[in-house]
């Protein structure tokens, strides 16, 4: 510049600097819309450094839906907390929410789209892939594989799909295979009259008798059940919940029972049933259809369980307390007969609500009254696959869902995916599909998301949670709702008509926007943009009231009849690991460092062995062996474990990752691979029919625990019962 | 009262509420840049768990019973750990009634772990690695402890101090429940509160009084100050 | 010098009694003595180069390589998990502080009692203390997980007007310890100014020079010698308390904790007791190895020294051994949970060779061996009794440290510790380094306190002055 001052030329060569950075700063991309970058002398007035700011958002780890604030300073996400208005978790969270920020922050995440070999290309290149896909594919082969979260994705796809005119997305899941949600919801129309998985308010209850159900861990919503556990046990002055558990395996839930009965597997139904009988026996009332049907101390002979037990259990129900609750849940739902099994559970309900007992079972009101996609089933499932190897499927697409990890090997995905012509993944990680996958095309981890979801179960009210980005994306990912609509636009014409937004934003505005109107929310706004404000403050929208009215039970006819297994010696309880859940997030490593809550195992797989029968078998803690089911084979470590029956054995699901990053791949063993085609009433997975023969390997393979085995088993070795009892006496009185 | 002179922070478990989860350990992890050690290491014993769940099994199945106790830095208030630390590395703070420990100060003697009757201190036995970019989550409030030094639970002594000086720029005594430990935050049953003891109103004294109440090997003289709620069991 | 006066027939078996009694050596002219020692000393043949060569190297790869990787790396190439935090390196420590022993009980405690059979051996075992607290003083360090933050422990004026916690057991071992690495070197140097004198005269070259300087002038006149012997009388006396005090406060290390194991009020004299038990041992095998392999050392060293220092050997075992069984049976008694299941462990656990190879070498070995004169007599048998001894001390030190924490109160956080490739090559290198660290001082001063043997010479030779018997010399000191 010269002394005069600016001449004409450094006007125009500041004006086009300028005018550059606005362009970087701003964005020209989609995400200009909601991403806005500043230079630094210019800081958005709560960007101080030094000073906390919070965001809002809901937690995608499990479809439950739990409202989250995450803390952020300066630009990066510090800390992950529950949102303490969040009618579902109350501020509480799990620990892979707690996590979650290691999965933002993965080093393995994916950096960007790229085709299959792994060449880079250009989001451009990416979305023209997308769009010609859209365009070219007859409807029919197009196929969206989609995850239980988030819903709207779910709701978008499902809009393209319809106007395209192909088959609505299929959703599925390993957790959601192993909730068998299907199920719970065919069982509870025949009990309730109502086609949704119910949600059971054992907050309220004197007695809590749960068959399989798993719901400290990993069940449908965890920590709004979690909350309600400690409400039951210590919530209410002078009155405290017990609770009593039904299940071959003690589960971390099972654990914390006062009662736990390990009753053979497939007698569960006919327990539930028994226990009505003793419970309409003790009422003094002729017990109805289902449950004259048994003979109590035939079945308790049959299911192993001591007799007088259950009649205690019935005689506290009906004549010492009021309010009880049976629910079904986890392995119980996973045999043949389990839509039968899941009847006789709940028809318990229905019979003490005849002995007067109030109801403690809801339905979670659908947010908008729009009811999210269902999961799909087991049957779905197999169908799909079987399209795929008929070439029918011309393009799938996946997201939040990792089949060749999470579906079992019987089923055949992997080959399958070798037969369609295009699979367009949208994964986060370089999970086990990504090699499969002609396009990987990255969406956001859920923290860097717009979105939502409708919560299906533990709320007693409307929820629509919401996502907000609480960071500027980290590696170059894309939402996949804007690449959607991105080809979407590219397509144009009459499918750009029938979808007309913009970019994801703007499809969730419009879908927020309808609660605008309703005024039973717990805010109210006049304008549009005050309304969204509000809604990305409060992370979502629900109702000031519990709206949810208890549920009124019918005690249907069913006939439970006997369950089927596979050949083979013990029976294979396969359940989600209480950390990892199904293994999305088996790369943050503090979750693979959060000790299993029961054998206080890290870092691996397991294979849980009652000590006798380990004796018999001569297996010893670590000991590496072989489980072999008909329809596959694994190796883990024995955890002799005390609190599993003799004839069974338990595996977690979560590890056995190939891909997926440095601290998942290569580790443990992944037990869905040992499941087979069996499927029940509700076509959801016969997943609990499958027995397993084990063989020692003769190798040690050291599991890593928080325990000490030499100060819980006395030298690492288990140890005969009079032995082990004098170290219980000590572990007794040191702890007093 | 509860004013920030006198306080006395105390923390209430409730084992019949506490499920063994585990939420609070990884928590805590998050929030105190507690670092992952591994498979190997924690095979080894060398878990940096600053919050552990001390589990232990009873009867006999099928009678078999689980017991879980959250276990971390009692904060004793006679702490034994204090007195053998030959720098001051471990000391106790007047202004919260804390055990601190100073990471800059410690030279590694180890002492004060060995001499710790509730197995609460981890070591830093290497160098832990948080490759980039996972190294952006970590919390500026907490220092980031280097190899060859001692570490344990501070009952989140950063988020006390955010808490007093927010309620000093307003003017105001700290209010009850706005001190949050992560541990306390995350617990989906609620079985973890904490609190100003000195405050006759706060919700963990009132949880202090039931009489279900027990301070975990009080018997040696050291004051804890986390008090548990005994677990209770309803016999069929 | 006086030369000796002749005996009458009469007195003579009486005085053969007497020396044999007091250990006095066959007497030799304090020429011929000098010549002999320098003759030991000077002797830096071509094997014992390679030995200090070899063992040096050895010492510098097993000790401080492996340091310098465990203080790169990380305090995890040890083998001490939770909740064992203290492993071979104390263990170490505490081994070569009760070595460490040796030399004041043998000098100074023999000195205040007047056992006139210490004489020749006095500055092999004040060596072994001073190199052996040196060994001791590195641990100290090794074990620290920030060794380079060591001065911390120092009390020196600093902006944060911080001094170290004078509550910590740490610090008084880091002032007890230097203390005696001090006064116990002083002691060393003592006397020796004599024979580094009589060096001086004698030699040539750079030794002449070296000799010349350590020397410090002497001269051996009356002045020098009151001033000398006033000297060491007031050391010997200050240096035994001392002594105590140091393995008293190693020993509270461990006896202050809250730690059921260690919180023993026992710990003070069973730990010295240990520690004088691994000193006199250590001297045993020292002396035989000093014996074999340098020249002229027959004459000095005899087993008449071995035989007293087997019977001292007895005595300080079963010593011990009270101690022990009250350490242990005692607490058995009592019935604690905890210690019960300590005992359990440490006779029964994964530890119980380490504890009963504890027992058989401290307690069985000894008292099986000892009793027996011509064994007591033989070099060798003593060489192996004092490694016996020590592998038992060590044993000892590891149960008490490695032991102790494996069991709490906490059944779940119980551990076991297995030491590692590092540890134990660190743990070794102190051993070469020891060796190396007295071979180099057996070449470079006078092993021997001609002087004092002379001394213990005339002390003892019966004097008489028409019919009366004169006192000796020793008898009026």
Known sequence: MSREGLTRRDVLKLAGVGGAVAAVLSGCGPMAKYVRRRPYVEQPEYALPGKSVYFATTCRECPAGCGLVVRTVEG?????????????????????????????????????????????????????????????????????????????????????????????????????????????????????????????????????????????????????????????????????????????????????????????????????????????????????EPFAQVDPAQVAQAAEVPLEKLEKVARYAVQDVERVVALPGGVVLGYENGVEVAQAILALNGLLERLGKPSLVYFTPPAGGREPLAPATYKELMDLVDRMNAGQVKALFIHGVNPVYEFPKVLGFEEALLKVPLVISFASFDDETVPYAHYHLPDHTFLESWGYQRVQVGADREVLSGFQPVVVPVFDTRATADVLLAAVQKVGGALAEQVPYKNEVEFIQKQVAEFQKRNDGIYQAAHPKVFWALFLQHGGWWTQEATATPAQAQ?????????????????????????????????????????????????????????ETAAQMGLENDDLVLIDSPYGAIFASVYVYPGIRPDTIAIPMGQGHTALGRWAKNRGANPIDLLGFGVNGAGDAAFGQVRVTVRKMGRRQVLARKENTVGVYGDGRYQPVDKRKEEEEKVTSTQE | MAGEEHTKWVMVIDLDRCTGCNACVTACAMENNVAFAGEEENAYGRGMHWIRLVRYWEGEYPEVQMRTMPMMCQQCSNAPCEPVCPVFATLHSEAEELNIQVYNRCIGTRYCANNCPYIARTFNWFDYEWPEPMNYYLNPDVTVRRRGIMEKCTFCIQRIRRAQEEARLEGRPVRDGEVQPACAQACPTDAIVFGNWQDPHSKVRQLAESQRGFKFLEELGTEPKVIYLSSQRHEF | MHSETPLPAELHGQVE???????????????????????????????????????????????????????????????????????????????????????????????????????PFTRAAELMTTFALMGAGLYPLIHLGRTW??????????????????????????????????????????????????????????????????????????????????????????????????????????????????????????????????????????????????????????????????????????????????????????????????????????IAP????????????????????????????????????????????????????????????????????????????????????????????????????????????????????????????
Not at chain 1, 571 to 583: C, E, M, N, W
Request: glycine content about 8%; aromatic content about 14%.
């Open chain 3, 17 to 119: 009694e007497l020396r044999k009694e007091h250990l006095l050596i066959d007497v030799r002219p304090r020429e011929e003595m000098n010549r002999m020692v320098l003759e030991a000393m000077e002797d830096t043949s071509r094997e014992w180069k390679w030995a200090m060569a070899f063992l040096g190297l050895v010492t510098v790869v097993t000790l401080f390589g492996a340091w310098a990787y465990l203080m790169s790396t990380g305090m995890g190439l040890a083998g001490i998990r939770r909740p064992i935090f203290w492993g071979l390196f104390i263990v170490s420590f505490v081994f070569w502080i009760g070595i460490s022993h040796a030399g004041t009980f043998v000098s100074a405690i023999l000195r205040v009692f007047k056992a006139e059979f210490r004489r």
């Open chain 3, 354 to 477: 380490v504890w009963w190879l504890m027992v058989i070498c401290n307690i069985f070995i000894p008292w099986a061996v000892l009793w027996n004169r011509n064994w007591r007599r033989k070099p060798w048998v003593m060489f192996l009794m004092g490694l016996i001894v020590n592998v038992g001390m060590y044993a000892e030190r590891y149960v008490i440290v490695t032991g102790a924490l494996s069991r709490n109160r906490i059944p779940f956080d119980w551990g076991w510790y297995q030491p590692s490739l590092v540890e134990i090559s660190i743990a070794f290198g102190t051993f070469t380094l020891f060796l190396f660290m007295y071979g180099m001082a057996s070449r470079l001063i006078p092993l021997i306190p001609v002087w004092e043997v002379e001394e213990g010479h005339h002390a003892h030779s019966l004097r008489k002055v028409g019919k009366t018997v004169v006192p000796s010399v020793a008898d009026l000191e």
């Open chain 3, 149 to 350: 933050r060591f001065y911390w422990m120092v009390p020196y004026p600093n902006q944060r007007w911080l001094w170290p916690n004078f509550r910590s057991p740490l610090v008084w071992d880091f002032f007890a310890i230097n203390t005696y690495l001090i006064g116990s070197t002083l002691y060393l140097y003592l006397p020796l100014i004599p024979d580094l004198a009589m060096a001086r005269d004698k030699s040539t070259g750079w030794r002449k020079k070296l000799y010349t300087i350590l020397s410090l002038g002497w001269r051996g006149t009356e002045e020098e010698w009151r001033h000398l012997t006033k000297a060491i009388q007031i050391f010997a006396w200050a240096i035994i308390p001392v002594m105590f005090s140091v393995h008293t406060i190693v020993s509270w290390d461990f006896a202050v904790a809250m730690k059921l194991g260690w919180h023993s009020t026992i710990f003070g004299p069973y730990f010295i007791t240990g520690a004088i038990l691994s000193g006199i041992a250590a001297v045993g095998s020292v002396l035989y190895l000093v014996r074999t392999t340098m020249k002229n050392m027959t004459y000095f060293i005899r087993p008449e020294h071995f035989d007293t220092l087997g019977k001292l050997l007895l005595i300080i075992s079963m010593g011990w051994t009270y101690f022990f069984f009250n350490e242990f049976i005692l607490e058995w008694y009592g019935g604690e949970h905890t210690v019960k299941e300590i005992i359990r462990f440490y006779t029964q656990g994964d």
């Open chain 1, 555 to 611: 005690v249907p006819t069913v006939q439970v009849g006997e369950a089927k297994f596979d050949r083979g010696e013990l029976h294979l309880v396969v359940f989600p690991h209480p950390i990892l859940a199904d293994g999305a997030s088996a790369n943050n490593p503090w979750l693979q460092e959060t000790p299993d809550p029961t054998t206080t195992v890290m870092w691996n797989t397991w294979v849980e062995v009652h000590p």
């Open chain 1, 76 to 288: 990066r996400a510090i800390k992950v907390e529950g949102n303490p208005n969040h009618p579902l978790n109350r501020g509480s969270t799990c620990a892979r929410a707690q996590a979650a920020l290691q999965g933002l922050y993965n080093p393995d995440r994916a950096r960007g789209p790229k085709v299959r070999g792994g060449k880079a290309i250009t989001w451009e290149e990416g979305i023209d892939a997308v769009a010609r896909a859209l365009q070219d594919t007859p409807p029919e082969g197009i196929v969206f594989l989609l995850g239980l979260a988030p819903d709207h994705l779910a709701e978008l796809v499902y809009e393209i799909t319809q106007a395209l005119g192909a088959p609505p997305p299929i959703r599925f899941g390993a957790l959601a295979m192993v909730e068998a949600r299907q199920t719970l919801a065919a069982a509870a129309e025949a009990v309730f009259g109502q086609k949704a998985v119910p949600t059971f308010d054992i907050a309220k209850a004197d007695l809590v008798i749960s068959f399989g159900a798993n719901f400290l861990e990993t069940w449908l919503s965890p920590v709004a059940y979690a909350k309600a556990y400690g409400a039951m046990r210590q919530g209410h002055p002078g009155r405290r919940g017990v609770f009593v558990q039904i299940e071959p395996r003690m589960s971390m839930t099972g654990a914390n029972a006062d009662l736990w009965l390990p009753a053979k597997p497939g007698t569960e139904g006919l327990v539930a049933l028994a226990l009505g009988r003793l419970m309409a026996e003790v009422a003094g009332v002729e017990a109805p």
